[in-house]
């Protein structure tokens, strides 16, 4: 089956195509969005924008969603993708360039040592198995000892934490690791299919949930931001699944335009969600 | 996809593969198209994902979906050279339907598309590429078309990405991803101005530390000839190195070039500039070491005690910004909560980071 020729199986000939067209803007918007990791949606416009001006501006801007789907298409045949997603705390939508193919665990095999990684992978049953959806610092380096590969001294183990969350993997507050959002985004697959008995996911939106609200009759979870949609305007908060009372506080649903125009940061605003279950 | 159906492919796969192999070297170019099915190479301690097909996510109200339905056609557009047609396709059916023709795709096809992932995480993690490490990692059992394989997923990462591969030692076969865009050297939202110095500052820095935190021009030059930069010898990259360590890195603030005290006759010396304290640290300039020999950052205990105190030292002015600025927060509010706001701008971080180094 050589062929020094590019011809198109005749099976495809003649069903719709859709040709994505890349130009220096998209690549330059590319190489930007891989350099921040993570971006949220209005840094994501802006970075459009930047590229436009850059690369080729007097073409009018292109509608973000078109934009990434004219992208997508492209990074199709290389198992890349501009991936959608919202953070599980406070529903900011973000993206992030993921790998599809291999998962993202196996791609950091590629530079991280063997005991690293497995300390990687101990912290995140941990992160899975929690109520809370965080791990302590203490628990994930109790386990030191049971790292495959060369033995790791807790100090050690300190310092690759944090280079897990310099990389954004994980986050931590206050002493407790939690998923980076953009490893949620690039890792939701392998993380379901490797603990299928144990993960959670939302019964709303049917993803992956590390963080949430459940439900104390009947179990049931959901993300903050699908809580917050679901729940919107609601005086009498019940239960999807099991029609009991709500019992946790609602959160906001989160609004771009009045966290720009306020220019509030997160420390000054009233706590008006936490860590609930 | 039932279960049966995909085994029933991969067995298909596996015998034409057998046979099939030795042709693949010769025909095979970036315009055929890549299998839905995509397995990782058997090294990766990881279960790999199953067909692409299965990954349509349930369409939740956060979730855009980007996947095609229909088979894609695509094609590039350079901007400064003329139109190059690259078509690459995919048999691709809505609603995971199994393929009906093993569109096939050979085991070269799979390196490309995992060296080009390899390649991109390094230029994410601005860190140089050795072909020792492109072997090790990705390539493996495919040694012999090393080129072939590097040479196509180059081609991907210069038509999607605008980056290009340079060889930046030829003795070391030591590679760095280059931004090939024009007009992109500007300000804020460009994070990779320093890429092509980036292998070099390091270098520099290393030498620093290791020598105790201040290195003589003799030294750092000893280091550099190493990897094939000489004084008055312009590179094709970084120029004339001279100029850049002794006067462009200084300015920049990454280095500190300075008259050895009481010299006579006169030598010079080099420290970390007060950027490069911001910008990165001990433990990473390490971790660069480490790498370039292949080993880890506590192979040098004398080096990695210092750089894990330096670790320390910073979290602490870490932890005494964050109260600071919380006090102050509401005096300045728009000003301050700009520096903390939770944007993943690295430009911001890094303001933060060098006015947390200056308290």
Same mark, same amino acid.
């Given at each position: ?53 850059? /690369? ?98 807790? +100090? ?113 605003? +009233? ?7 | ?28 170019? @970036? ?31 956060? $979730? ?8 894609? @056609? ?30 096939? !795709? ?40 090393? /080129? ?7 081609? /991907? ?17 030591? =590679? ?11 300000? $804020? ?68 070039? !300075? ?15 007060? $950027? ?16 370039? /020999? ?9 080096? =990695? ?8 030292? $910073? ?45």
């Amino acid at each position: 089956m050589t062929s020094n020729h590019t011809s198109v199986p005749s099976y495809m000939q003649g069903s719709t195509r859709r040709v994505g067209i890349m130009t220096d803007v998209h690549r330059r918007f590319l190489q930007l969005l891989m350099t921040h990791g993570v971006l949220e949606e209005w840094d994501v416009k802006r970075l459009q924008k930047h590229c436009y001006k850059v /690369h080729d501006c007097n073409a009018t801007v292109e509608k973000l969603e078109d934009f990434i789907n004219n992208i997508n298409s492209v990074l199709e045949s290389l198992y890349i993708e501009i991936k959608k997603g919202v953070t599980e705390d406070d529903g900011r939508p973000i993206y992030a360039l993921v790998n599809l193919a291999t998962t993202s665990v196996s791609k950091m095999a590629s530079d991280f040592a063997e005991n690293e990684l497995d300390l990687f992978r101990k912290a995140l049953e941990l992160i899975i198995d929690s109520e809370t959806g965080f791990a302590s610092s203490t628990n994930i380096l109790n386990l030191v000892d049971q790292l495959k590969g060369k033995k790791m001294r807790k +100090k050690e183990a300190e310092q690759v934490l944090q280079k897990f969350v310099q990389h954004k993997w994980l986050v931590e507050k206050e002493g407790e690791f939690t998923l980076h959002c953009r490893a949620i985004l690039e890792m939701e697959q392998y993380i379901r299919e490797t603990y299928p008995d144990a993960v959670k996911v939302c019964n709303i939106c049917h993803s992956l949930l590390i963080q949430g609200q459940s439900c104390e009759t009947c179990g049931i979870k959901m993300h903050l931001p699908c809580v917050a949609k679901y729940f919107q305007s609601n005086s009498e908060p019940r239960c999807p699944h099991c029609n009991d009372y709500w019992p946790h506080e609602i959160p906001e649903v989160f609004d771009p335009e009045k966290e720009r125009e306020a220019g509030i940061s997160k420390s000054n605003k +009233k706590p008006l969600r936490s860590r609930q279950h | 996809m039932p279960r049966g159906k995909k085994s029933k492919l991969r067995a298909h796969e596996k015998s034409h593969q057998a046979q099939e192999e030795p042709e693949n070297l010769v025909g095979v170019q @970036a315009t055929e198209g890549v299998r839905e099915e995509f397995r990782s190479s058997s090294s990766l301690p990881l279960k790999s994902l199953p067909a692409a097909g299965s990954y349509s996510n349930p369409q939740g109200p956060q $979730r855009a979906t980007s996947t095609a339905t229909t088979t894609a @056609a695509v094609s590039y557009t350079r901007s400064n050279e003329g139109a190059k047609d690259q078509v690459e396709e995919r048999p691709r059916s809505s609603q995971a339907q199994p393929i009906t023709e093993p569109f096939h !795709r050979g085991p070269l096809d799979e390196k490309v598309v995992t060296l080009v992932h390899y390649l991109l995480y390094k230029y994410k993690m601005k860190e140089p590429i050795t072909k020792a490490d492109m072997l090790r990692k990705v390539i493996q059992m495919h040694r012999n078309h090393f /080129h072939q394989i590097l040479k196509r997923a180059s081609e /991907h990462l210069e038509l999607v990405f605008g980056l290009d591969m340079k060889e930046v030692d030829p003795n070391r076969h030591i =590679y760095i991803l280059v931004n090939k865009l024009e007009g992109s050297y500007d300000g $804020r939202l460009s994070d990779d101005r320093g890429v092509p110095k980036t292998g070099l500052l390091m270098t520099v820095l290393g030498v620093i530390f290791t020598k105790g935190n201040c290195a003589t021009e003799e030294q750092v030059w000893q280091t550099l000839n190493v990897i094939g930069l000489y004084e008055g010898r312009k590179h094709f990259i970084f120029g004339e190195p001279r100029k850049l360590i002794t006067k462009d890195l200084v300015k920049e603030n990454y280095l500190e070039y !300075r008259q050895v005290p009481n010299s006579d006759p006169a030598c010079y010396e080099f420290l970390w500039g007060p $950027r490069a304290h911001a910008e990165t640290s001990k433990m990473k300039v390490l971790e660069f070491l480490a790498k370039v /020999h292949n080993t880890v950052p506590s192979a040098f205990p004398f080096w =990695y005690e210092e750089a894990l105190r330096d670790e320390e030292e $910073r979290a602490r002015a870490r932890a005494a910004a964050t109260a600071h600025t919380a006090a102050t927060a509401s005096a300045h509010s728009s000003a301050m909560a700009r520096a903390h706001s939770r944007a993943m701008d690295g430009a911001c971080s890094r303001a933060m980071a060098s006015s947390s180094s200056h308290l």
